[in-house]
């Protein structure tokens, strides 16, 4: 590829990479739009290859329901605080080892006897002795819950709640780090709501239950491990679970060696949990099972002890609701609505299964490396081979990437995003194939409207790698040319009808044009009845004048079969036209070809002597009265093919007679001991007409014609033919 093509190339090479760059430069602005795109990618994952319960690991992870049974059984929420010490106790009693509630309690139970005792429109009508009596004899619900929860492994919620009074989460676990300061990283605590002082008194450990909704389009696709308040770090409800669980004192959060603020994993106890730099715990989905969840109803009710110690015994137990009026309803990766609770319990799930998501500092790197590389063997491949080939190779790169992010969720448990990758693969892709197909092409398709159907393949594709060489004036050659037309055309004229005459001849030219493409032959025109063609020009063929000469024969076929056919020889025989005999010229020597014409409108042509001889030597054919004659001397591969001299003839312009050549038949024919024996007695009838030697001359010349009848029948007119041309072969 060289000139005009190479630089169009070059250019599209050019656009691609600059669309490729384009869209790596959007992928680190990373709007939102990308951002859905890539969440919605691992979602999809999760979808297709949902996390499982491991067989050997039995059910350690309980979530007692306030469900819709539990508060048509119990009443409306809030219950008593005086229910939930009773739910604490029976958990207790059967087991639990943590109790965790997905509930904040931030103020009094205004259903605790001193309060409805100090409430004026509850008990308007007692003495303010009759209140205080109440009060001193009723236990506080609080106080009766607090009980419940002293000394027990409960933990409470908090909750980040921005506008409220209270700064200061509530903590009872220690924190140790590693690495380099961390303390600002995980999400910040702005003001909180907590619990009352005297449930917090007595609580094993508390942890937040925020989820982080607004950045993750509503979905609870990760959920913080760790808050903090800028200068320490508290847990989250799951985390601090896990703490309690165990019996540990102390979280330790291994922050990275290299950068500040960019937390690697936290450890707690036997744990060591993986999460994102900022504290964020990516949430590995199974789905949602009704095994996970006990009614709070059956436990409160007491009743069921023997079958509920089975569910609850040695398990961690978190307390939530499922019922719809509560709004504590989430979406999962999954596409599940489920309790807000579900996330904390499946979080311990993940990690007591040691089963983890994450996606490391590295990975958004790596896929813009695997990106730009992916991008730029598709554009080399688009633009230097096919678009079919390229078609293929974008669909390899969407696979690989797709296979690619795939494996690495399965087996790596890493979290490679496919989304933006393929969306460039598709977006270079349509990018430089339409500029290839807008500039790059066009040369291309010019070629082809103007080749297409006058060359075959193997040349149209050699006229394209060299479109160059294909300016105006050319260059010469040393070509074959070959005339063809109909033998008595226009007699033919006169005799059919013109629909029917034009059929004919489209018929002749097609069946003649597919003779000469099937040879390498070059179609230059079609004059009336008659085709022009060349060999040689614009791809170089060795043993061009013997192709020439096998096309011809190619041609005598196609005329026979056309003969033969029953819908024309009906027609032609009826206005006595039949048989349709052709002409064939051919003459091989230098010759201009190229593009002939103006800069706007050219054709691909050939001129010059040879063209002319080529042209004079289809009307000498007529004189020699033989279908097909090749002027000038013989190369020597065409000389394998049945050829007898047939005389020297004058032609207009030329200042000498020309030698002309019979073509009879192909290379099997030129072999057969019949052709040898009517060879022979050629040469015997060309040295007498030599000698003048006119005593034998009808002796040679009808043994000549009963020896061609084996042979070519045609012969028999081109022998009847010489007495009248005894000029010729002097």
């Known amino acids: 590829m060289t000139g005009a093509g190479a630089r169009k190339t070059w250019a599209g090479v050019a656009v691609g990479v600059a ?30 290859w949902p996390r499982e319960k491991p067989r050997d690991l039995p059910d350690v992870v309980r ?14 929420w809030p219950w008593s605080r005086k229910v939930l010490a009773r739910l604490v106790d029976e958990l207790s009693s059967l087991g639990a080892a943590v109790i965790a509630f997905d509930i904040i309690f931030p103020e009094p139970d205004r259903l605790s006897p001193s309060r409805v005792a100090g409430d004026p429109d509850l008990v308007s009508g007692l003495s303010p002795a009759a209140r205080q009596e109440i009060s001193a004899t009723f236990p506080d619900n609080d106080e009766i819950f607090a009980q419940a929860i002293r000394g027990r492994p409960v933990v409470l919620a908090f909750s980040n709640a921005p506008g409220n009074v209270r700064k200061t989460a509530p903590r009872v676990a220690g924190f140790a780090q590693t690495g380099l300061d961390a303390s600002k990283a995980p999400p910040w605590i702005q003001s909180v709501a907590a619990n009352i002082p005297k449930l917090e008194a007595e609580a094993a450990g508390f942890g937040g239950i ?32 896990l703490r309690v669980a165990q019996g540990a004192s102390t979280i330790i959060v291994n922050a990275s060696d290299t950068t500040e603020n960019a937390i690697d994993s936290i450890r707690v106890g036997d744990f060591d949990i993986p999460v994102a730099e900022d504290g964020l715990f990516a949430v590995r989905y199974r789905r949602d099972s009704p095994d996970t ?18 569910l609850i015994s040695g398990n961690i137990v978190f307390i939530g609701t499922s019922a719809a009026g509560l709004r504590d309803v989430r979406m999962s990766a999954l596409g599940e609505a489920i309790p807000g609770v579900l996330v904390h319990a499946q979080v311990v799930e993940q990690v007591l299964s040691n089963d983890f998501l994450t996606r490391p500092q590295w990975a958004a790197g790596a896929e813009l490396v695997a990106m730009a590389a992916l991008g730029l063997a598709l554009i080399a491949i688009l633009m230097f081979w096919t678009p079919m080939i390229g078609a293929v190779a974008g669909v390899a790169a969407i696979v690989f990437m797709a296979a690619a992010s795939a494996y690495a969720f399965r087996s790596l448990g890493i979290l490679v995003d496919a989304t933006f990758p393929v969306l460039a693969m ?25 080749f297409g159907h006058f060359v075959s393949p193997d040349v149209l594709a050699e006229i394209e790698k060299n479109a160059d060489a294909l300016k105006l004036g050319g260059e010469v050659k040393n070509i074959s040319v070959l005339f063809v037309d109909i033998r008595k055309s226009t007699t ?4 059919l009808p013109p629909d029917a005459l ?23 025109k079609f004059i009336g009845d008659a085709i022009m063609a060349f060999w040689n020009a614009p791809m ?87 279908d097909i004659v090749i002027a000038g001397e013989l190369d020597p591969v065409t000389r394998r093919l049945a050829i007898l001299p047939a005389g020297h003839v004058a032609m207009a312009g030329l200042s000498h007679e020309m030698l002309i050549w019979a073509v009879v038949g192909d290379e099997a024919t030129a072999q057969s001991a019949a052709f040898a024996e009517l060879s022979a007695a050629h040469a015997t009838l060309l040295d007498d007409l030599a000698h003048k030697q006119e005593n034998r001359l009808s002796e040679i010349l009808e043994k000549c014609v009963a020896l061609s009848r084996e042979v070519e029948p045609r012969l028999a007119a081109f022998y009847a033919a010489i007495p009248g041309r005894k000029g010729d072969f002097a």
């Open 19 to 48: 669309v490729l760059i384009g869209l790596m430069l959007l992928r680190g602005y990373d709007p939102p739009l990308l951002q859905y795109m890539r969440n919605a990618g691992f979602d999809q994952l999760q979808r297709i």
């Open 426 to 450: 598709i977006l270079t892709y349509l990018a430089t194939l339409a500029f290839r197909l807008l500039v790059t092409d066009s040369d291309r398709r010019m070629l082809r409207s103007a």
């Open 210 to 241: 925020n989820l982080d909704l607004a950045r993750e389009q509503g979905i609870a696709r990760q959920t913080p491990m760790l808050w903090t308040d800028g200068t320490g770090f508290y847990p989250s409800l799951a985390l601090e679970a």
């Open 502 to 524: 034009v059929s004919l001849i489209n018929t002749l030219l097609d069946r003649w044009s597919n003779s000469i493409i099937a040879q390498g032959g070059t179609i230059d």
């Open 63 to 76: 979530v007692v329901d306030i469900d819709e049974r539990s508060l048509a059984e119990l009443g409306q």
């Open 293 to 310: 969840y006990v009614s709070a109803a059956r436990i409160i009710s007491g009743v069921e002890r023997d079958a509920l110690a089975p």
């Open 492 to 495: 033919l004229s006169e005799k």
């Open 540 to 626: 170089s063929k060795s043993d061009h004048q013997f192709y020439a000469a096998k096309a011809a024969l190619g041609i005598r076929k196609a005329t026979a079969e056309i003969n033969a056919d029953a819908g024309v020889s009906g027609i032609l025989k009826e206005r006595g036209q039949w048989p349709l005999q052709c002409g064939v010229g051919m003459s091989t020597g230098p010759a201009c070809v190229g593009n002939m014409g103006s800069q706007t409108r050219f054709d691909y042509s050939a001129v010059g002597e040879t063209v002319n001889i080529a042209a004079r030597t289809e009307t000498a054919s007529k004189r020699a009265d033989f």
